[in-house]
Every structure is written in C-alpha cells, then in structure tokens.
C-alpha cells in the first residue's frame, strides 16, 4: 500500500564498476503499479526493458535524476500508463513461484547432466 501511495519511484544508483546488485527493490516498484525513474545501468536497463516499463537517466547525474522526476509529474497519465503495463509485465513474468520455478529447473538440469557425465 505504501508503494502504491507514491507519484514516483527512485532508484539513483551510480555507475561503479563491477558493482552487482540484486534488482529486488525494482521489481517491487513495478510490482505496486508505481511509476520509476532511474539510472540507466545494466540490470535496470534490462529489467526496465530500456526505458519501456520507466523512466532511465544517467547515472549518478542528480540534475538529469530532477528532469526525470518532472518529466513523469508532468505527464501523469502517460507515467501511469507505463507504470500499470510494467506492473502487468511484474505479475506475469517475474513471481517468486517464477523465480523459484526456474531456478528448481536449472538445478534441476544440471543434477542430470551430473549423473549423466
């Protein structure tokens, strides 16, 4: 409910090399339907299908953060729009029972690749 609750959902990460991260809090903005801005790294890049599902500014840049932030005020209906599709997209793709499933099948595959090598 408290996500839900928000205009907008930030995720302002720099860009440090070889730093990984776990996107978890991003797929629970898209989850509650909230409409994001955030860096344009790698896995945010990805998960946000390049800009489709949010808003990507340049990482650690805070005046192109800004823009981001007013360019979804600006255009509430649009940022609403992308947030509800990316919020649909969450659901259908990215579950725990999704996750879980995959990752039961490949360790599942690589048992039997065991057994048979």
């Known amino acids: 409910g408290f996500l839900a609750a928000l205009d907008v ?3 302002p990460y720099p860009a440090l090399a070889g730093f990984s ?3 978890l809090k991003l797929y629970e903005y898209l989850a509650a339907g909230v409409p994001i801005v955030a ?4 896995q945010i890049r990805t998960a946000l299908e390049g800009g489709r599902w ?3 500014v340049r990482p650690g840049d805070p005046s192109a953060l800004a823009q981001g932030i007013r360019g979804v005020l600006a255009d509430r209906i649009r940022a609403e729009e992308i ?3 990316g919020r649909r997209v969450a659901l259908q793709e990215h579950t725990w029972d999704q996750r879980a499933r995959a990752l039961t099948g490949l360790l599942e595959g690589r048992r039997v690749r065991a057994l048979a090598g």
Do not use: E, M, N, V
């Open 54 to 56: 949010g808003a990507l």
């Open 83 to 85: 947030a509800a599709a």
């Open 39 to 42: 860096s344009d790294l790698g």
């Open 9 to 11: 959902a930030l995720l």
């Open 21 to 23: 991260f776990s996107p």
